[in-house]
């Protein structure tokens, strides 16, 4: 959405003549939301796959005024998702300026922003915060302190004179400084023990305490936090009170249909080459595949970032061979994917009975992927006058280093059979480089068909009979 301007108000008493009304976070969250449903327009966008479950949770649970943590494996959206309720707060706030918790104007709850707003009345100078600026992520490492989160007596403060027991020695931390605003927490279980016990005031007395200082601020923040299972017996846990300050725990999941995981793949991917659909598709099976696998450890998840990142390696392998053989379109094709298999996996966790299995099982599960492709898309379409020209002699090569030219060009002749056409027609296939691919792939489906032989070495493939 293009940035509105901020308003030109800049003092207490314009913003009171200005009929403006002061709303609590949640209030303010939860009428957004409500205004967005009601306008039918999506306020979670870029999100896929969690329409009818995670999505009416979360939305209760901000109507309903909650702290949220979200609960799933890696690569589930979880930090995607708590990134969009920025997208809730108003576009613009109004603030007293320079207060270091970013107080309304209407409210101020520091000793500092009190003062001020009594010594100068309705000309307390006001600025304007954007919403981008109200929302605040912290990655949860066991080194994180309580004065990263909560505060501490700032020492350059009471070099200055100033007194130990004045509250503006203190110097806030993360959470009072989100002060209207959200605070995102991301692995929450990774926070050691006796940080967490930190929060559990602020979360629920909305106080804070600070060696030995007990400030009563009036807090308006909403707590968000991610974590993954796997940590409550792994690398640490969320211990049990601050769970029970968390109004809403919500499971997230991966992509339950094959179009939402292959939207994800298109969304999040950054291509440098073209990669034809069927490809993205192949990729989504595999990861599918893996994920149901009994090979696979699946406490730890096959993240969505195994197929984007897939995706990005075989647009790569596209590009690296279209500039080495001086072709006009860099496309990437079924041959690819075996380079993205090479570095990928080091990103699955696999069963320890499994060791040295690993190849073999990513490559069975991406030939049956790829053969699951090969059905959806090539149903009905007669290859027998293909199989009769390769069982008669001929061969066809590919390879990561063979252009889509050379490849098309050593096509065996089918006569007057549009077989070629029919197949780049499936696959909406019109340049070298897509056409390439296309019939590519139906050679490899005939191949796993058992149809047709294959000898492989080298990054080249021979097909043949």
């Known amino acids: 959405m293009a940035l509105v301007s901020a308003p030109t108000i800049s003092t207490l008493g314009e913003l009171r003549a200005s009929g403006h009304v002061q709303k609590s976070l949640r209030q303010e969250v939860r009428d957004n939301l409500l205004a967005a449903l009601r306008a039918g327009r999506d306020p979670w966008p870029g999100l896929h796959g969690f329409e009818n479950t995670v999505i009416p949770q979360l939305e209760r649970a901000l109507i309903a005024g909650h702290d949220v943590v979200l609960l799933g494996e890696r690569g589930q959206g979880k930090t995607r998702l708590l990134r969009t309720l920025s997208g809730l707060l108003d576009e613009w706030s109004p603030v007293i300026a320079g207060s270091e918790l970013g107080e309304h104007p209407y409210e101020p709850i520091t000793h500092a922003s009190i003062r001020k707003s009594k010594e100068l009345g309705d000309t307390l100078p006001i600025e304007w915060k954007h919403r981008d600026e109200r929302y605040v992520e912290k990655l949860a490492t066991p080194d994180t302190s309580v004065a990263d989160l909560i505060g501490d007596v700032d020492p350059m403060k009471v070099a200055e004179g100033r007194s130990l027991g004045d509250p503006e020695t203190i110097h806030f931390g993360l959470i009072p400084r989100s002060h209207r605003g959200i605070v995102a927490i991301n692995e929450l279980p990774d926070l050691a023990e006796r940080i967490q016990v930190a929060m559990l005031n602020v979360m629920e007395e909305r106080d804070i305490q600070i060696r030995g200082y007990v400030l009563r601020l009036p807090l308006d923040v909403l707590v968000v936090a991610s974590a993954n299972p796997e940590d409550y017996t792994n690398r640490g846990r969320i211990i049990t009170p601050l769970k029970d300050r968390f109004g809403a725990e919500i499971r997230t999941h991966y992509p339950t249909e094959l179009a939402d995981e292959v939207a994800v793949i298109r969304q999040e991917a950054d291509l440098v080459a073209e990669v034809p659909d069927h490809l993205i598709e192949i990729l989504a099976r595999f990861t599918r595949g893996l994920r149901e696998s009994t090979a696979v450890d699946q406490r730890s998840g096959v993240s969505a970032r195994?197929?984007?990142?897939?995706?990005?390696?075989?647009?790569?392998?596209?590009?690296?061979?279209?500039?080495?053989?001086?072709?006009?379109?860099?496309?990437?094709?079924?041959?690819?994917?075996?380079?993205?298999?090479?570095?990928?996996?080091?990103?699955?966790?696999?069963?320890?009975?499994?060791?040295?299995?690993?190849?073999?099982?990513?490559?069975?599960?991406?030939?049956?992927?790829?053969?699951?492709?090969?059905?959806?898309?090539?149903?009905?379409?007669?290859?027998?006058?293909?199989?009769?020209?390769?069982?008669?002699?001929?061969?066809?090569?590919?390879?990561?280093?063979?252009?889509?030219?050379?490849?098309?060009?050593?096509?065996?002749?089918?006569?007057?059979?549009?077989?070629?056409?029919?197949?780049?027609?499936?696959?909406s296939a019109t340049n070298d480089g897509e056409r390439a691919g296309a019939i590519e792939l139906a050679l490899e489906g005939l191949y796993l068909a058992r149809r047709i032989s294959k000898e492989s070495g080298d990054g080249e493939a021979a097909y043949g009979f």
């Open 306 to 427: 195994f197929a984007i990142a897939g995706a990005e390696t075989i647009a790569a392998a596209a590009i690296h061979r279209a500039t080495r053989q001086g072709e006009p379109e860099a496309v990437a094709r079924p041959i690819d994917l075996e380079t993205a298999v090479d570095v990928l996996g080091g990103k699955i966790e696999f069963e320890s009975g499994e060791e040295g299995r690993e190849d073999d099982i990513l490559e069975h599960l991406l030939r049956a992927a790829t053969a699951e492709t090969v059905r959806e898309h090539f149903r009905g379409v007669d290859f027998g006058i293909l199989v009769d020209a390769l069982e008669n002699g001929s061969m066809v090569t590919t390879g990561e280093q063979v252009a889509a030219r050379d490849f098309l060009a050593g096509l065996p002749s089918l006569g007057e059979s549009e077989l070629y056409d029919e197949i780049c027609s499936r696959l």
